[in-house]
C-alpha cells in the first residue's frame, strides 16, 4: 500500500550526513529515515536544532589566518 | 640530438636518430652537402630573420599589448585601441577574391600521435589533450565547409596504428569518438609507447584506397593525410620509403604537424607527397610555435588544398574531364505523430530505417574505442529524410541510400561551400576626407562618425580612418563591423543583393 | 587537470527561462504579382494592420524589446524602422490614445510604407527577380549589430561605462547593471505572398540560411498566396524557426499572436508548429528551376538538373565516361522479363 | 537577478490583492501593460495565444504547445495567472479564458483603440519654468539620497517628511527606540538597487493608503501610469484623480516625480518613474535611443556623476575605501572588518567572521558582490578593463575565427568568458565558498512516498511528479520518492486516480 510520509528532506555532503547521525545518536528521533549516502529525511519540528547543533560542530575546526593578523 | 640547435630546422639534414633508418640514398648525399652553415643560413633561414637582421628569436618578444604605446593616454588611448581592433578585423579577412579550382570532394584521414611524447606537458594540459580538442574543433569546422568530404582518424600508439573512427561523413560520429578517447585517456588511451610513420601510414593508405569515393576509379577527388606528429622520432617494421612510394603512386597527399621540432623523414614524406621541391620547405609541413600557432596551422587544413599546376596541367592533358555525381535531395518526413483520442496522447512511432554512420562492412575497433550501442539518437523526435528516388527512409545525412544506392545530401550541404564558388569581392576603405556622402552604414544603419579636416585633430579616430567600406559593385558603404560579418559570415553584399 | 582553470561558479546555473529582450525583425514582402493573386482574400493594407498590432505585442513583453521592419519588393528591399533621420517625427508625434512606444514605430512605418508603395508604383517593371534575399541580409547584419557588436561594445571599449551609466545616473547605489549579463535574442518573420520559387536567388538565401544557423536567429515565415515556398521552408527548418502556410489570412492576427510569438527564449520548452514535411529541393544552376535529383559537379559542387558537357560553373569538362553511365536509361523491367527467355540483353545491363 | 528580485516582490503583493481589487486594476491599460511585463515568458505567450480568441480555449490545447519536459513552466505560469485572476475556468474546468476587462483593455492598448489619456497626459502648452532632464535626475538622487543618508544618521541632512519617517518605521526599516535608528532589514534594504528599493517603499506605501482610505486600486494605477511616461516631459496634473493628485506630494518626496510647486498644473517624472517596470536598464531602451538621437546632452549629466566609487579590494582581502561618508561606512561596515579609519579612507579587512555576520543578517553574497563591484575605485575598473581587452585580444589571435566561422556552441563560451572582472576573483569565490558553507545542509519540506507495490506505479508516479517539477529525490531501487508540500496535492489526486483503477 502506498504510504506518503510527511519530513524535511535533507540534502547534504556525506560527512555532513555523518555529522547528523551523530547529532541523531545524541537525542534520539531526529532521523526518520536514511536515504542514501546524501539524502536523510528528518522530523520537521528539529530542522532548526540539527542545524544548530551542525553550526557547533563545525566552528570547532575552523582555522582563522586573520585572528593573529587582527591583534595588532 | 647532438647537433646544435640552430640546425633543427634545416630541410633535410638528417638527425641522428634518423641515420639509422635513412638508407644511403643520392638525396641524403645532396643533405650532407647542404650541411655547411654559411651555406644554409644563404637558403633556407632567410625568411626567419627578424627586422633587426638577426634570428626572429633574437629579437625582444613582442606582446600585443606592448604596441600600445600610451604616451599620451588620454582619450587617444582609445581610439588607438580603437584602430587596433579594426586593424585586427581587417586582418582577419583574407578570402581570396579569384575563385579557386578546389577538389572539394575530400578524403581525408586524421592521424594523432599518442605517444609517450604526447604525454608532454608544455601544451597545457597536455600535448594529447590539446590536440583531441583540436582536433574536435577542426572536425566542425571541416564539415562545414567541406560537406561532401569524408573523414577518419588513426592513433599511434605502442608502435602500432589503431583505428579510432571509421572513414564516414558524419561529423557528430567523429567527436564523440574523439570525445570518448579524450574521457579514457589517463586509463586506458594515456599516451605510450613509440610512434610508428609507417604503421599509420600504411593503415591511412588502405582507408583512403577502401573507402574513396562513391564513383569507382575516379583519381580526380583529393585523397589527405593530416598528421599530428609529437614525436622526434619512429619506430617502423620495415623501409618507411617504401610506404612513401606507394603514397605518392596512390596520389595521397600527406600534410604534418609537428608539435616538437622539425624531423627530417616527416619533411621528406610531405614533399615527396605533395610534389614539391626536395629541399624546400613546404606549407603543408608546419613545426608549432605555441598554441594559437597549432591551432592556426591546423585550420589551416580546413579550406580545400588548390590544385597544383602540374595537376591541373595533367588534367587538361587527360583530357577525361571532372567526375560528375548523381545526388538526390531528399525530403524531411517527421515520423511521429501525435494524436489525441479520448483522454489519451497516443504517440505514433513509425519504423525506420536508420542508415547512419555506414561501415562499410569492416568491423568497428572495439580495442580502441567502444562503440556506444545504446543509440539516444533514436528518441522521438527523430526525424527522418526520404530518399527521392525509392522513397525509403534514412535519419543521417548525408548518405547513401541503402537501397538505391543513391548519394543523398541535404541541399544545405552542400549550398555551404557556395561562397568558395562566387566568392565576395572585397570592401575598400574610404579614403580620409573632410565630408563623406554616406552618413549611415547601409548594412546595420550605424552612424558613421563625421569627417574631420586632415591633420586638425591628431589622435582622434575620424583623422586616423574613414570607417567607410565600400563595396564598389552597389557603392553602397558598409562600416568596419558589417563588413567583417559580410565576409566571414554572410557571404553576401546587402547592396549588390538589393539590385 | 583541464577542469583546474574554470571558474568555481558561473552565474548562470539556473535552467529556468529568462526573461532576455529580443528583437524581432520584420520582413514583408510587397512583390505585387504575389499580392494581385490573392486581392479577394487579403490585402496589403489588412496584413499591415495585422502585423501593426503584432510588432506592439512584441514591444509589450519586454521594455527593452526591439523590432525592426524591412520591406522587399523587386525594385529594392528597405529599412522602415528603425528610420535613420526620425527627429522630425518623434517630435510632432505627442499622441493623447497610444502608448509612446506603440505610436512612435506605427507611425512610422505606416508612414514609410505608404511612401514607399507610391514610389514602387512609379518605377516597377517586370522580369525583375525578387531582392528578399537583400532584405534578408540587411535584417541579419542589423541583428548582428544589436546581437554581439553593441554587445562586445559594452565590455571592451569605455563606451560601455558610459552607456550602462546612462540609464541611472542615480548615484549612491547605481549600476543596475553594469556588467549584467543580459544578451538580446533575435528572431526574423518573413511574410511573403511570393508564389514563384524560382524568383529568389538561390545561393545567396543559402549563404542567409547559414548566417542565420550560426547567429542562433530564427527564420519564422508566414506563407500567404496558393503555393508552398520549398526555399522558403528550408530556411525556418534549418534556423529552427516556423514556417506556416496561411491559406486562410482572415484571421492572421490569431496565427501571429500565437504561432508566430514564440520568443527565442521559450523555443526550446515549446513544441513548435510541426514543419512535418520539408521539401529540400535544390536549385538547378543552369534552370533557376528546383529539382529533387540532380547531378552534381564533384569540383565546385554545383546543381544541374540535366547533363552539360562542361560545368556551368567552374567551366571544368566532365568525364565523358560517367556522363555516358548516367545518360543510360534503366532497364531493370525488360531484364526480368528476358531472364527466362535468355540472357543476351542481361550481358549488356552488367556492363 | 535583482530584477527577478523585485519582480516577484510586486507579483506577491499583487497576487495577495482580493479578486475585486485585482479586476479593478485591469480596468487602466498601463497597469495592464505593467502587470503583463513582470509575468513569466511562458505566462506571457499564454496570455498573447489568447488575446485575441473570442472562444474560451480548451485547456487541453494550451498543454500542447509545451514540451513533457517543461511541464513545470506551464504549470507556474498557469498558477501565477489564476493567482492574478488574469485567467478564469470554466464550471468543468476544461477551458480557460482571459479576465474580460483584462482582455479587452490590453487588447485595446496593442491596437491604440483605448480611451485617450490611458497613459498620463502630456501637457501641450509650454512651461515657462522648463526643466532638462539633467535637472530631474538631479532632483530625484538628492531626494532619494536624502532617505538613504538619513537613515544611517548622516549628519546635516534634513528630516525628510513625516510622511517618509512613517514609511521607514512601517516598513521595519528604522525603528524608534530613542531617536530613530536603522534595523538590520533596512541595512538589508541599503544593499539592494534603487530599483528594488523603490518597489519595496511603494508596496508600504501602498499598505498605508488603506489605511488613510485611498483608493489602492487609484493608487497602483497611478504607479504604473508613471512606469509608461516619459522622461523629460511634463504631464498636466488635471487629468489625475482626487487620490493621484494626493499622492504626487509623496512621491515628490521620494524624488519620484517633479512638481515644481504644490499648486503647479503639471509634473515631471524623473528616472525613479519611469524605470519602475523596467528591468534590465543596462540595455539600451527604444526611448533612450530616442534621447540619443536628440542629442548628446544625457553624456554629460553621464561624465557629471559624482565619484562614490571608491572602493579598492585587493586580492588579500584588503578593502581601502576612499570615502567619509557616514551611509558608506556603515554599510561596509556590515561586512568589512573595519580596522582604522583616516580623514578621508577607512581601511578593514573582509574575513569569514564579517561575511557571516553580514549572512547571518540575512544580507546574500551576491548583494555583498553587487555592492562591491558597484562602488569599485575608477582605478579598479580600468585595470579590469585592461585585463579585458588583453584577454579579448589574446583569445582572437588565438582563434582567429571567432569572428565568423567559430562553431555555434563556443560562441557562447566566447561570450561568457570575457566578462568584466572589478573584484579579485578569489575573493569573489571565497565570499560565495562562505555563503555556501553556511548551508551546507539544505533542506526541503515535503512529503516521502514509499511502499509502492510495483515497480510501474513507481515509474508512473516518479515521473509526473518529475515533469510538475515538484519531485526532489527519488531511488528508483527502493521505490521511494520525495515530492514538495506544493506538490503533494496533486501528486496525491494523480496517486488516487491512477492507482484505482
Redesign the interface.
Known sequence: ?????????????PS?KAL?IQIDSQSPGII??E??DT?L?IQ?DK?EI??NE?NKL?SKN?Y?P?ED??RM | MDDSDEEYLSGITPSSRFSSIVPESPRSKEGVSTRTRARKSGTTDDNLKGNNGGYSWEDEYQRSWDIVKDDDQQGSFESMVQQIIENRKKKIMKNPATPFQRGIIRTLVIVIDGSNSMAEKDLRPTRLTLSLNYCIDFIIEFFDQNPISQLGIVLMRNGVAHLVSEVSGSPQYHIDKLRQLKIRQHNKFEPSGDASLQNALEMARALLKFNFGTTSNNTKNSKEVLMIYGSLFTSDPGDIHKTIQSLVKDEIKVSIIGLSAQVAICQEIVNRTNHEPKLSRSKHYGVILNESHFKELLMDFVTPLALTEKEKQEEASLNNGVPIIKMGFPSKVQPIVTSTIGNTDFTVEFPQLNASFPTQGSDESKDVVEVNTNTTLLSSTTIGYQCPQCKSRVTNLPTICPVCGLMLILSTHLARSYHHLIPLAPYKEVPIAESYDSEYCYGCQLKFPRGVKPGTHPGVLESMTSSRYRCFKCTNDFCINCDVFVHETLHNCPGCENN | MEAISDRLFNEHTTDNLQDDPSLLTIILDVSPSGWFKIQNVISIQDVVKSLIVYLNSHLSLNNSNQVAFLITSPLKSKFLYPKLDNSNIIKDSVSKDMYRQFKIVDDIILEELNQFLNEMIDKIENNKRSTLTGAISLGLTYTNRMLTLDQSILTTTASAMTTTSLANSNQNSSNITSSSSTSMKSRMLIISANDDDDELTYIPLMNCIFAAQKMKVSIDVAKLGFKNSSYLQQASDATNGIYLHIENPKGLIQVLSTAFFIEPNLRPFIILPANSNVNYRASCFITGKAVDIGYVCSVCLCIMSKLPEKCPACNSEFDKKIIEQLNRVPQIRKKRKLESNGNGNNENNNN | MSSNLFKTTVNEYLESLPKTVQSKLYEAPATCLSIYRLLSPMAKFYIMSMIFNEKPVNLRDLNKWCKPSSRKLEYEALKRLKALHLVEYDNKGSHIRLHSNFRKNFRDCLTGTQKPNAFGSISLTNDKHKVDIKFLDKFASQKWENILHFMVGTESTTTPSKSVLSLLQLGGLMENKNGLSITNSGFQFLLQDVNAQIWTLLLQYLNLTQDLNMDPVDVLNFIFILGSLELGKSYSVSSLSETQRSMLADLRDYGLVYQRSDTSGRFYPTRLATTLTSDSAGLKTPSMAVEQALGEEAEETAQERNIQESIIIETNFKVYAYTNSPLEIAILNLFVHLRTRFANMVCGQITRESIRNALYNGITADQIIKFLDSHAHPQMKLLAKERLDKKIEFDTSNNINTAGGAPQSKNENVISQHKLEIIPPNVLDQIKLWQLELDRIQTFEGYLFKDLANQQEYDILSNYASELGVLIWSDKVKKKFFVTKDGMSQVADFANRKLKR
Open positions: 500500500m502506498l504510504v506518503a510520509s510527511k519530513g524535511v528532506l535533507v540534502q547534504c555532503d555532513i547528523i526518520l529515515e536515504l542514501d539524502h529525511l520537521q530542522v540539527v542545524k551542525l563545525l575552523i582563522d586573520f593578523d587582527s
